[in-house]
């Protein structure tokens, strides 16, 4: 799927999280809810740093750029070294390692614990980036047209704002891990989250998704998941633009009303 649609997706999740976390008594405080579904969306097009074209590799600058083709060749690497005879080949690693529930995994610990054991600074640097992904998902069509330094200042802007307010008690620092130093250990939740719909996401598509990595199925270890052929779409379709996008818009509205224990 697009940049977009797949930030969608990941807001949409986060608020599915939020109704379910209400209804089984741990409702969220509205920053949580606030934040997490901004985080999600910002996380769900983290997968495609294996992509140099993607939408995160323009949304730090060279930064980003050098990131994506650091982590296009590693996840190539790691392609060929554990490919069985049945996989395909590959010349590039997009949609391989990032694109599993292994790198989903690790990578949601991988910040609960940068935020446990970094601070504030720490909670900071995970807002501001994920702000940053969500204004350019979110936001596409104005954050094509603005400059770079602006979508900056508001991803720091919003980075700010929000852990200023769920600093105060009650207001979600604490939401799930009220042990002093656990502060902010749910922020690896919806990061983890993220990358995980947008796994699924792209196993809508014609392509396919190897979410099971490294787990062989038949004589692939990189086999590509996914619905019936039939029934995939090419990114950027009308399915895509026209079917699923309203659907995520709808089921995150339904969402957001359970969270906040109105339906």
């Given amino acids: 799927m697009m940049g ?6 990941g807001a949409a999740a986060w608020l599915g999280v939020g109704a379910a976390a209400y209804g089984a008594g741990y409702p ?20 495609d740093l294996d ?33 069985m005879r049945g996989d395909s080949h590959r010349s590039g690693g997009h949609r391989t390692l990032t694109h599993t529930w292994l790198w989903a995994v690790l990578v949601g610990g991988g910040m609960s614990l940068l935020a446990m054991v970094g601070g504030r600074w720490a909670v900071l640097g995970i807002l501001f980036v994920h702000m940053v992904l969500a204004i350019e998902g979110l936001l596409w069509r104005a954050a094509r047209v603005s400059s770079d330094v602006l979508v900056w200042l508001l991803g720091a802007a919003s980075a700010w704002i929000l852990a200023q307010v769920m600093d105060q008690p009650g207001q979600g620092a604490s939401w799930l891990f009220a042990e002093p ?36 199925i038949g004589r692939k270890r990189w086999y590509p998941l996914g619905t019936p ?30 969270a906040m224990g109105y339906i």
């Fill in 181 to 216: 130093g656990q502060q902010y250990l749910w922020l690896g939740v919806p990061i983890m989250l993220g990358a995980l719909v947008h796994d699924i996401g792209d196993a809508l598509t014609v392509s396919g998704c190897p979410i099971l990595w490294p787990i062989p």
């Fill in 4 to 9: 977009p649609a797949h930030s969608l997706s």
């Fill in 51 to 83: 992509h140099k074209a993607a939408t995160i590799s323009r949304a730090f600058g060279p930064l980003s750029r050098g990131l994506c083709e650091v982590v296009d060749a590693l996840s190539h690497a790691v392609f060929k070294a554990t490919k």
């Fill in 229 to 258: 052929k039939p029934m995939r779409f090419r990114a950027g379709s009308w399915v895509e633009l026209k079917v699923l996008m309203p659907a995520f818009m709808l089921l995150g509205g339904i969402g957001a009303l359970g």
């Fill in 28 to 47: 969220m405080p509205w920053p949580v809810l606030v934040s997490g579904a901004l985080i999600c969306a910002g996380a769900a097009l983290a997968p």
